[in-house]
């Protein structure tokens, strides 16, 4: 009886370990399957780093670059530089948009031209699967304020009340001959055209109120549908069931330490697997960037944590006003098939070894010693198929190499199978030397890539010198 208890009792403690363990490491291994993060964002000063950049994050809270750190969309409109980018899904996930401020300061464009004189405009992109961006368009939202000076850090919510979004930003309208940024909001359901522009937020006085972003609450977490904080001298919590309806103040987060002298950019997360926030703020006033304060209620100002030191990590660019996607599994796989850290390189000429693949005003040609962006390029995976390769710019990314009428210029990726056919190629060993490479035509396998007369042109190769022509090396 005693071996058969002590058997029992065995099962017994090895079913209760078994059991144990599954409630340990099951939560872990759910974790570790979710999908993350995406942070839109831009990096800085200077017409490159202020252009929409990409991070990820598994956790909400350690931030990895993607794209290498390189920007991931360039403004080609109104400044040529972007500021304050908002993402915005559509209720169905079906479409997105950025929209950022037309803003470029130090290259162009001083801060007091942009305050008093700066771009009425937003701009905006749209995607149907968040990796394949349209061309960027400019969206005139200050233009019909009378004396509106600007359009500043722009977002967008969608609002079940009117079956639209609702399109917010800071304008300047000056009083009494003193700049007053005040927030402003119009109806859009395409982000193309909107409605008449509305006050939407102003402060008594002279006082200013600049960055404002808004989080909606799941039922039962706090007392409002709708909680925002706003840049306004501090950072202030506010409180609402409609989000086009009456605010209730909530107080501000001088409780710990943070006023708006300290701290701009507010910018929410909801980490997907607990009720918990985190209200990312830009530590501008000591060029630090942004951190994360965490609060499992963020319409009690009593709630809020600031992070324990070392506890998160912003990756190797300096992230400037954004916003945080959750992403879904599929977006996850997409985004970061799409922006992987694909090493940056050079087309050097086997036969002018001096001379290197570059674009100038979007012509494709070799040139001598050529070091900066023009001449650098992502190898990509083909566009159109399998073991094959595309070229995308370095300085204007979802540009690619792309022929048409045998002639190559640098093109954006509209989307269509017709341009992924005409930018995709297959690295093959070098016509002229085995050691380099030559990259033959996805669409027309009887031509290469070559230069002639010093221009990139699609060719088929009969001759030595073509050969020679068509062969070049990738390198650093």
């Avoid at 850090?153 to 009083?175: G, H, M, Q």
């Avoid at 022929?403 to 995709?424: E, I, K, S």
Wanted: net charge neutral.
């Amino acid at each position: 009886m005693s071996v058969l208890v002590s058997r029992l009792a065995a099962i017994l403690v090895a079913v209760a370990l078994l059991f144990t363990g599954q409630a340990l490491t099951t939560p872990d291994r759910a974790a570790a399957a979710d999908p993350g993060y995406l942070m839109t964002h831009f990096i800085g000063e200077g017409s490159t780093n202020q252009q929409i950049y990409f991070s990820h994050s598994t956790d909400g809270l350690n931030w990895s670059d993607l794209n290498g750190g390189g920007m991931a969309l360039r403004s080609t409109v109104g400044t040529r530089g972007v500021r304050d980018p908002a993402l915005v899904r559509s209720p169905g996930g079906d479409k997105y948009w950025i929209i950022a401020t037309d803003l470029c300061i130090g290259c162009g464009q001083t801060w007091s031209q942009s305050i008093n004189d700066g771009s009425r405009n937003l701009v905006v992109w749209e995607s149907t699967d968040l990796v394949t961006w349209s061309q960027p368009w400019l969206l005139n939202v200050a233009g019909a304020i009378p004396d509106g000076r600007n359009a500043w850090a722009p977002e967008a919510i969608w609002n079940p009340a009117t079956n639209d979004y609702v399109l917010y930003w800071a304008t300047n309208k000056p009083l009494n001959g003193a700049t007053k940024h005040r927030i402003y909001y119009a109806r859009t359901s395409d982000f193309r055209s909107i409605t008449t522009p509305q006050i939407y937020i102003e402060r008594p006085g002279t006082q200013e109120i600049i960055d404002t972003q808004i989080v909606e609450m799941p039922s039962g977490v706090g007392d409002y549908r709708y909680v925002r904080a706003s840049g306004d001298g501090q950072i202030t919590l506010e409180g609402s069931n409609s989000i086009l309806g009456t605010w209730t103040n909530l107080g501000n987060l001088s409780g710990i330490g943070l006023t708006g002298s300290d701290v701009e950019g507010p910018m929410w997360m909801k980490f997907r697997d607990r009720n918990e926030w985190t209200l990312y703020l830009d530590q501008y006033a000591t060029s630090r960037g942004y951190m994360p304060v965490t609060t499992t209620n963020p319409s009690s100002s009593g709630t809020y944590q600031l992070p324990a030191s070392g506890s998160y990590s912003l990756g190797g660019t300096k992230k400037r006003h954004g916003s945080i996607l959750n992403l879904t599994a599929a977006e996850e796989t997409r985004v970061l098939a799409r922006w992987a850290n694909t090493p940056i390189n050079r087309l050097q000429s086997y036969n002018f070894q001096d001379r290197y693949v570059r674009h100038a005003a979007f012509d494709v040609r070799i040139d001598q010693n050529i070091t900066g962006p023009d001449a650098q390029f992502r190898l990509r995976p083909g566009l159109a198929g399998s073991d094959t390769v595309s070229f995308e710019s370095v300085n204007y990314p979802g540009y690619f190499l792309r022929h048409a009428g045998f002639d190559f210029q640098l093109v954006y990726n509209d989307g269509t199978t017709q341009f992924a056919a005409d930018a995709t190629f297959r690295q093959v060993a070098g016509l002229a030397d085995s050691t380099w490479s030559s990259f033959q035509s996805y669409n027309y396998p009887d031509r290469y890539i070559r230069h002639y007369a010093y221009e990139l042109k699609l060719d088929r190769i009969t001759t030595t010198t073509a050969r020679s022509d068509a062969t070049f090396k990738v390198t650093s």
